[in-house]
């Protein structure tokens, strides 16, 4: 069987539709290259909090020549080579100031007239960090007992040490982070044991069993997925994302922007369906730099609001800015009809839930689903 099938055969297990014959075009978004720890030099947290985001347009393979770009490209009537930050006319950089775009507009009639989709995948570094030091807790006995706590020891722990970041990634640079072995695994555990002693854990069992593993640990050898990798380094990069959706849509072409790290890696795999374009000379590039700059604030707007707070910032819009937020939450919507891995979220499970209903009881107050 080969990788493809392999995949395919995994994800509909999962009831996901991989059977999908599409043009994919990528631009992306926060991308820091890499995170790692330096002598004399402190990780930036504000840019490791910032999410990578990968993504853009998709239409059927078989229509993609039919659609007029030159068309569109006439009506933007926008010189050199067409950027996120050209739509967004707006005095601040917020999502509903995006919204006053006229060319955003144009771009958003233009993709719903012609059935062509948004996709995007959302990388959390945080996250994928507590990933790797929850799964070291919970393996041996632990898996058996506790691994259906996963899920929310991960989101717990993550929310939790986002309260302090600089105190974590000073335990994590102490503790040798990503080798945690020998002498730092007793010092790593302990320190993450004795933090998370600090808070009253009754309502938080998640948190609670990590700190209970944490102090399991601290007597142990060995954090397997701790140990093996690159010196110092915290994020390598983000080329799984790009590999993850080529293999996911395997029947589908993929076609990203030059980016050196990015296309070094996938030339090592055996994945062929796939290009790298100069963006100034593809239209269908440049417009995915419009779409991935325009979700990255929307999602952004919905994580930094409750829903009682969106409402009120969104009823002082012009009726321009509610007809863009109105076309762009149709355009979702049947882009998660489409297919719903479309949009990929790795992030903490509680907080991609909290957000799909943000965005689900938008529809339902402006589109009346």
């Given at each position: 069987m080969s990788l493809s099938e392999l995949f395919e055969e995994y994800y509909t297990e999962q009831g996901y539709d991989t059977n999908v014959v599409n043009n994919f075009y990528y631009d992306e978004t926060n991308n820091f290259i890499k995170f790692q720890f330096k002598d004399n030099k402190i990780l930036n947290v504000d840019n490791f909090l910032q999410k990578y985001r990968l993504g853009g347009l998709t239409l059927d393979k078989n229509k993609d020549d039919m659609v007029d770009w030159d068309d569109l490209l006439k009506k933007l009537n926008i010189q050199g080579e067409l950027k996120f930050k050209q739509i967004n006319t707006g005095k601040t950089d917020t999502f509903i100031n995006c919204l006053r775009g006229k060319n955003l507009n144009k771009i958003l009639e233009f993709m719903y007239d012609n059935v062509i989709y948004l996709h995007c995948s959302t990388f959390d570094n945080l996250y994928d960090v507590i990933i790797e030091i929850v799964d070291s807790l919970l393996l041996d006995k632990y898996k058996e007992t506790y691994s259906f706590l996963a899920p929310i020891m991960k989101d717990e722990l993550y929310?939790?040490?986002?309260?302090?970041?600089?105190?974590f990634i000073h335990i994590l640079e102490e503790s040798n982070y990503p080798n945690v072995t020998g002498d730092c695994i007793e010092f790593f555990c302990k320190k993450m044991c004795n933090w998370i002693n600090e808070t009253d854990t009754n309502m938080l069992f998640g948190l609670e069993t990590c700190r209970q593993l944490f102090k399991e640990y601290s007597k142990k050898e060995q954090l397997i997925f701790l140990e093996n990798n690159s010196e110092k380094v915290v994020i390598d990069g983000y080329s799984g994302l790009n590999l993850d959706m080529c293999v996911?849509?395997?029947?589908s072409f993929h076609c990203f922007d030059e980016i050196s790290e990015i296309q070094d890696k996938l030339?090592?795999?055996d994945i062929t369906n796939y290009n790298f374009e100069d963006s100034k000379k593809n239209i269908r590039l440049q417009l995915s730099?419009?779409?991935?700059?325009?979700?990255n604030k929307f999602f952004d707007f919905l994580d930094q609001n409750s829903y009682q707070n969106i409402i009120c910032l969104l009823e002082n819009m012009t009726d321009f800015q509610r007809k863009n937020l109105i076309l762009f939450l149709k355009l979702y919507k049947k882009s998660v009809d489409k297919n719903e891995m479309f949009m990929c979220f790795y992030e903490p499970k509680s907080l991609v839930i909290h957000r799909n209903?943000?965005?689900?009881?938008?529809?339902?107050?402006y589109i009346c689903i």
């Open positions: 929310f939790y040490v986002k309260t302090d970041m600089n105190r996911k849509f395997y029947k030339k090592n795999s730099d419009v779409v991935i700059g325009f979700m209903q943000l965005i689900f009881q938008l529809m339902d107050e």
